[in-house]
């Protein structure tokens, strides 16, 4: 297995929809992500697997100091293998290199090993608003 990470990588909608449906336990949507992406990130990474898209994860920002992690996914026959990790941790450096000086995220209970111990986030107080 030979995994390359790549900031602003190209994919196609149908593999990110396929890939965030397996990740996130939902039916394939036809979300236009390379328009969103576009639109209002700093950036995104790529996970690949030869040519297969085994991970992404997005990275918004306010412009300014602060970015935000977002839709970090890896294929299920990938996981528990760094990917995600390493998702994110190109994350941090891109959103470091254009001058963020905070990167945020926000997870459910379960993956608070990964995100605290694999990635290195430190808890904070936060508050959420439920729309």
């Known amino acids: 297995m030979m995994i390359t990470y790549e900031w602003r990588g190209g994919f196609?909608?149908?593999?990110?929809?396929?890939?965030h449906?397996?990740?996130?336990?939902?039916?394939?949507?036809?979300?236009?992500?390379?328009?969103?992406?576009?639109?209002?990130?700093?950036?995104?990474?790529?996970?690949?697997?030869?040519?297969?898209?085994?991970?992404?994860?997005?990275?918004?920002?306010d412009g300014g100091a602060h970015a935000f992690v977002l839709d970090t996914?890896?294929?299920?026959?990938h996981r528990r293998s760094g990917i995600g990790a390493e998702l994110v941790a190109e994350a941090a450096r891109q959103a470091r290199e254009a001058g963020c000086d905070w990167l945020h995220v926000d997870?459910?209970?379960?993956?608070?090993?990964?995100?605290?111990?694999?990635?290195?986030?430190?808890?904070?107080?936060a508050g959420l608003i439920a729309l």
Do not use: I, M
């Open 21 to 61: 449906a397996e990740g996130f336990n939902h039916r394939a949507l036809e979300v236009d992500w390379l328009t969103r992406v576009q639109r209002h990130s700093l950036g995104w990474v790529c996970a690949r697997d030869n040519d297969d898209l085994v991970g992404f994860v997005n990275v918004v920002w």
């Open 73 to 77: 996914v890896v294929a299920g026959s």
């Open 12 to 19: 196609d909608n149908a593999e990110v929809n396929a890939l």
């Open 107 to 125: 997870f459910e209970d379960d993956l608070r090993p990964f995100y605290f111990d694999a990635c290195g986030f430190k808890p904070t107080a």
